[in-house]
């Protein structure tokens, strides 16, 4: 459809015949003797109709169009409008790119973003709340799982004193490591906490069958610590709850998850990739301490012995993959 009327060129009452149309790309051409020129809708100003006076295109530059037919320009015009609704549909594998590039950012933020953050996070955290936090975790397991140590008071005092010798002979760690005994009827295991403490259980203890074998298990506790993976869990936690919470808007009990997280992280163990750097520090410390990794591996075929018995489904789960790490320590 093409429009006619006439145009004013800028600050001049001369009149010109001229027409206008819309293309099929939305622009709108105006035609005068002079030529042609394209400008897409949004780059004019178009006067609201009111009443009889004719509706105003005004151009970039200050050209002026008046139609004949001031109705015919308005649905031409109005058809420009859907049209641009056109353009917007044929721009959908662009916006369905740019959905995608969002999942990506989205995807990135958890893969690199969120790891990132903890670490950052974990490394300008004040001392004081890995200490708090394994406090506050060691006397929430006290309360509900754990019992006093059956352990003699010179059987105590021989694995400490042992722990403090191999402790001086360590790197230095992030916090000061302490060991702890404690009772579980759930098989033979240790914990690490976050503010240093390596909980050996009794039943450990009693299945070890050399101290070579005890302390490998309290190296690869020293590895979560040296590794800090109780804080980075928990603050990584935090953050993945932090972010449900945005995104869901539900935001409240995240206090009582952070609490909930803390023992949830030490009694169900960590990933996959943590156990196996806690694996390598306490290969690296054995072999620098006793020149061998004999001991952990038969320490490790103790317990997959326990497991193998059904006596130890924690285990297997807080340290899983016992039979590859097995397999890797013999090579
Ligand atoms: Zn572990």
Not at 127 to 145: I, K
Not at 204 to 224: F, N
Not at 299 to 322: I, V, Y
Request: net charge negative.
């Amino acid at each position: 459809m093409i429009v006619s009327g006439i145009c004013h060129p800028p600050r001049s009452s001369e009149k010109r015949d001229a027409s206008v149309q819309l293309l099929p790309s939305g622009q709108l051409q105006l035609v005068t003797e002079l030529g042609q020129q394209e400008w897409s809708l949004t780059e004019l100003e178009i006067s609201k109709p009111l009443g009889n006076l004719p509706i105003k295109v005004t151009f970039p530059g200050g050209m002026q169009f008046i139609a004949h037919d001031s109705r015919s320009l308005e649905r031409m015009l109005g058809a420009g409008k859907s049209s641009r609704l056109h353009r917007v549909e044929r721009n959908i594998p662009m916006i369905a790119a740019s959905l995608a590039a969002m999942l990506v950012v989205f995807v990135l933020m958890f893969t690199h973003g969120v790891p990132w953050l903890t670490g950052a996070l974990v490394r300008v955290m004040p001392e004081q709340v890995p200490q708090l936090v394994g406090e506050h975790v060691l006397a929430t397991l006290d309360e509900h799982m754990l019992e006093p140590s059956a352990l003699t008071v010179s059987q105590q005092t021989a694995i400490s004193d042992r722990f403090s010798r191999m402790n001086t002979n360590l790197p230095p760690l992030p916090v000061q490591p302490k060991l702890v005994f404690r009772r579980w009827g759930n098989g033979p295991n240790a914990m690490a906490l976050s503010d240093g403490s390596v909980i050996v259980f009794d039943s450990l203890v009693e299945l070890a069958e050399t101290s070579e074998q005890l302390d490998s298990i309290i190296l690869h506790e020293l590895g979560h610590i040296q590794n800090q993976h109780v804080m980075k869990s928990l603050v990584r936690s935090t953050l993945l709850s932090a972010a449900v919470a945005v995104v869901t808007g539900e935001s409240t009990g995240l206090i009582d998850t952070f609490s909930g997280i803390g023992v949830f992280l030490v009694t169900q163990g960590y990933s996959r990739t943590a156990e196996e750097e806690a694996d390598e520090y306490a290969a690296g410390q054995m072999v620098r301490l006793y020149g061998s990794v004999v001991p952990m591996r038969q320490m490790f075929e103790l317990l997959n012995e326990t497991a193998g018995s059904g006596e130890l489904p924690e285990w297997l789960s807080t340290h899983p993959e016992l039979e590859s790490r097995i397999e890797g320590l013999s090579q």
